[in-house]
């Protein structure tokens, strides 16, 4: 049982345009969501995060939005670049540690020129 | 500063087989942890140390062992390689205190 889900497997988005990444998760326990970012060949890297007090958290062209109602949390990048394109992967953990992290399967998105 | 380095890059073993695949940082961070990534299902936790000669398993730490004896090594260790263990093996870590884990960049594992 997956308990965190992104279920957009792929999302193509032209250069400028605004990208938004979808992430759903079942258990009310986590309080910390991060967004890690993956080129191919090369590990994870760390992209922003966002608190369950806060409904959202901006850091430049991206800005994470979360809905702890509806346990759905975005990820909105404005303009996109080529250069983002990546498989983007939502996860989360427990009390604001990055320790265990349970991670979605990921996005990739591809910014078209 | 290297930050997190795994070695080997890539590694083809036949069932049965052991290896283990080596991880070491030069943070100075208490936590690290291993993780597989497969397919359509994300990264999963295999196991993970809060510091030197503590470990805990993860969600997935059938068929591997862990153990830490520094701050800055955390060994892998397949006992007897299975199909099952194909994956990418991305090691990481954290400060005890820390918002974000930083990874490195994997080991490619293909058992026959």
């Known amino acids: 049982d997956q308990q965190v889900k992104q279920n957009s497997p792929s999302l193509s988005v032209q250069e400028g345009r605004i990208s938004i990444l979808n992430c759903d998760y079942t258990?009310?326990?986590?309080?910390?969501f991060l967004w890690y970012k993956k080129y191919p060949a090369e590990g994870p890297t760390f992209l922003i995060s966002?608190?369950?007090?806060?409904d959202k958290n901006e850091d430049g062209r991206f800005t994470v939005f979360l809905n702890k109602s509806a346990k759905h949390l975005s990820l909105h990048i404005v303009p996109s670049q080529p250069g983002d394109s990546a498989v983007y992967f939502c996860?989360?953990?427990?009390?604001?540690?990055?320790?265990?992290?349970?991670f979605g399967s990921g996005t990739q998105l591809t910014v078209l020129p | 500063n290297a930050g997190v380095t795994q070695t080997p890059k890539f590694q083809v073993l036949k069932t049965g087989q052991s290896m283990t695949l080596q991880c070491a940082q030069d943070?100075?961070?208490?936590?690290m942890s291993w993780y597989r990534q497969d397919p359509g299902m994300g990264l999963r936790l295999i196991h993970y140390?809060?510091?030197?000669?503590?470990?805990d398993q993860g969600e997935v730490p059938n068929g591997y062992n862990v153990s830490r004896s520094t701050t800055e090594d955390f060994p892998l260790r397949l006992l007897s390689a299975a199909p099952s263990q194909t994956s990418v093996y991305f090691c990481?870590?954290?400060?005890?205190?820390?918002?974000?884990?930083?990874f490195g960049p994997g080991t490619r594992l293909t058992v026959l």
């Open positions: 996860a989360a953990t427990f009390s604001g540690s990055a320790r265990q992290l349970t």
């Open positions: 258990n009310s326990m986590f309080d910390y």
């Open positions: 966002i608190s369950s007090i806060k």
């Open positions: 943070m100075n961070h208490e936590y």
């Open positions: 140390s809060v510091g030197a000669g503590i470990t």
């Open positions: 990481a870590t954290t400060t005890s205190g820390g918002d974000t884990q930083y």
